[in-house]
């Protein structure tokens, strides 16, 4: 079993930049694949992107993509979300997650294991 924590959220003026960290204890981090999600107020949570455990593959969301990048450093059990070009919908809860390993393949990005999230506000 893996424990989560997130790192980096804030309050950032729209255009800013943001670099969430996601510190993982207790198994490896390489024995993962991994992803970040968000939910915003009154929204169901939802996929931002994801990462394979070598750091080789990566996917985004349609309204992330090309703006957020996921990386990964598996000697320091982290993984990132480096946001550019922050806009006020980027408002929201950001939380990491281990992936379930089929859910990779399938690309359906299920969390297994948890964060407890990091708040993330972008002023207009």
């Known amino acids: 079993q893996v424990q989560l924590v997130e790192s980096g959220g804030g309050l950032v003026q729209a255009g800013g930049s943001l670099r969430l960290a996601c510190a993982a204890s207790?198994?490896?981090?390489?024995?993962?694949?991994m992803g970040w999600f968000r939910q915003a107020p009154g929204k169901e949570r939802e996929f931002v992107a994801a990462?394979?455990?070598?750091?080789?593959?990566?996917y985004y969301a349609d309204s992330v993509k090309g703006r957020f990048t996921i990386s990964r450093d598996n000697a320091k059990n982290t993984v990132y979300l480096q946001m550019n070009s922050l806009k006020p919908e980027d408002t929201a809860l950001y939380y990491c997650a281990a992936l379930e390993d089929s859910s990779w393949y399938t690309r359906s990005f299920i969390g297994n294991y948890w964060g407890q999230g990091t708040q993330v506000t972008v002023s207009s």
């Open positions: 990462i394979n455990w070598s750091g080789s593959g990566t």
């Open positions: 207790g198994r490896a981090l390489r024995n993962y694949a």
